[in-house]
């Protein structure tokens, strides 16, 4: 899909977040405000108190406890949903009716069929419709992208991607950890991440078949808990947890190659975050968001390659809300994750969990009807 909004670089895009949470502080708020054709007219979010306090820090003129209604009064040119992932659909659908471009976070829906709904009203809407998996936009996973592109790795026929944390079961008690808000836990929160690194390396291949595994190994008994986000409220062996720790899956393309997938919140075990790509003439391995190495022969002698990154500038996180909003613009080579990408997450994470379910491999046709 190309740009449909073809708007003038000169104009000002006036912003709308729904959630005032952890993401939206860190992330949308400094990215959006970093640009200088930008501004965020309004906050909504469920908690008053906490909207009303990060508006204020952060100039946000007007508040709301209820979207629809910002969106009435408002009319934004672009909304931002962030909230606990089961109002992403509601959110993302309420503001494409209201005409807006839509930065939606991860995981766009919970389920495939939601994602294709999404999807279609942001087409039939000629509105802009992504989401927020910004790790593609960090120094070493562009870099590797770059030499995937110019031919580096030749064919790529395996790819795994892991994102294995010590402690980091984040929110215990909170909507993270409750499945009716969060839909699933790992494979939802960091697996959507891990799916888009590896898969944007290699193409975006069309997934086939895919053979999950969930479990809860840590939360339920109140162990491997990030320090972050935890619900105060809930004594901590009594918190709700009914959503997976641990998600690993194998999933088959029609091209032939595939992808394996590694992600826990807690484990016995060193923390890992990384994406190694198998390829006919090159190898490469992105370690977070810091390093890219690359591996080759050259005169029939292995060759390893560190390739020198440029150090600085904005994060991931910046780049992407800068790439999305030039992307309106109709700038050229801006990108955003395209619909057809997020649509194939959403495919994969549904049929990570129904094969979980089953214990055995499932054919993604059974999803897609194809
Ligand atoms: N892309 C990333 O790297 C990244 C990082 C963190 C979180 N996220 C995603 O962002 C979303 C929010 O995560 P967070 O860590 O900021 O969570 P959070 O709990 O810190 O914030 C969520 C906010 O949503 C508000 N909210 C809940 N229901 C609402 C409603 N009906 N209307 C308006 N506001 C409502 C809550 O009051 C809260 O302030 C999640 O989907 C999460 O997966 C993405």
Redesign the pocket.
Same mark, same amino acid.
Request: hydrophobic share 35%; glycine share 16%; no cysteine.
């Given at each position: 899909m190309t740009s449909s909004a073809a708007s003038s670089p000169d104009r000002t895009w006036r912003v709308a977040i729904? *959630?005032? *949470?952890?993401?939206?502080q860190r992330a949308h708020i400094p990215g959006f405000q970093a640009l200088p054709h930008v501004t965020i007219v309004a906050l909504? +979010?469920?908690?008053q108190a906490?909207a009303q306090e990060v508006a204020q820090e952060a100039g946000i003129p007007h508040v709301y406890t209820d979207?629809q209604e910002m969106l009435r009064r408002e009319r934004p040119d672009i909304v931002v949903v962030? #909230?606990?992932?089961v109002? /992403?659909k509601p959110m993302t659908l309420a503001a494409l009716e209201a005409g807006a471009h839509v930065l939606c976070?991860?995981p766009l829906a919970l389920s495939y069929a939601d994602a294709q709904e999404m999807m279609a009203l942001a087409r039939e809407r000629g509105r802009v419709l992504t989401v *927020? #998996? /910004?790790f593609r936009w960090s120094t070493p996973m562009q870099a590797a992208k770059a030499q995937a592109d110019a031919g580096f790795f030749g064919e790529i026929y395996a790819a795994r991607s892991i994102w294995n944390r010590r402690t980091g079961i984040p *929110?215990y008690g909170?909507?993270f950890t409750n499945q009716e808000l969060a839909g699933a836990g790992a494979l939802l +929160?960091i697996g959507v /991440?891990s799916l888009d690194r590896a898969l944007y390396l290699m193409g975006y291949p069309q997934p086939v078949r895919v053979s999950g595994v969930t479990k809860a190994m840590f939360g339920p008994r109140a162990k491997g808990l990030g320090g972050w986000?935890i619900d105060k409220q809930a004594p901590d062996a009594q918190a709700r947890f009914d959503v997976d720790d641990f998600a690993w899956a194998f999933i088959r393309f029609q091209n032939g190659a595939v992808l394996q997938l590694e992600v826990a919140w807690a484990s016995h075990y060193p923390e890992e975050f990384l994406t190694q790509i198998y390829g006919t003439d090159g190898g490469g391995l992105v370690e977070g968001s810091e390093r890219l190495t690359l591996y080759t022969e050259l005169n029939g002698q292995p060759m390893t390659i560190q390739p020198e990154l440029p150090r600085g500038g904005p994060g991931s996180y910046a780049r992407m809300i800068r790439d999305f909003v030039r992307y309106l613009d109709g700038e050229p080579g801006a990108t955003i994750v395209q619909p057809q990408e997020a649509l194939t997450v959403a495919l994969l994470l549904e049929g990570i969990l129904r094969s979980a379910e089953r214990g055995q491999e499932v054919d993604l046709g059974e999803i897609t009807g194809q």
């Open positions: 729904i *959630g005032a *949470g952890f993401v939206v909504a +979010d469920v908690n906490r979207y962030a #909230t606990p992932n109002f /992403h976070e991860k *927020g #998996t /910004h *929110g909170s909507w +929160d /991440h986000g």
